[in-house]
């Protein structure tokens, strides 16, 4: 196999590797009662959910629940 070949080989598993993760990123999504798109018009983009989520988790860590959880 020449060099272009191992190349365009290894973008086309890389491409397959990313169309797996979305496939499942949009299962679990729909899982979860939402989808990508509703993420997205929410926070704009995958990273800012991902720091919100962390955020979440750093608050629920800190107190216990979180700032949606109406407790005694």
């Keep these: 196999m020449t060099t272009l070949q191992q190349k365009r080989l290894a973008k086309l598993e890389e491409s397959q590797r990313r169309r797996d993760v979305c496939w499942d990123l949009d299962r679990l999504f729909a899982q979860a009662g939402t989808s990508r798109a509703a993420i997205l018009a929410e926070h704009g983009t995958l ?9 979440q988790a750093e608050e629920v860590g800190q107190t216990g629940r979180t700032s949606n959880d109406h407790g005694t």
């Design 47 to 55: 990273w800012a959910f991902r720091d919100w989520l962390d955020a």
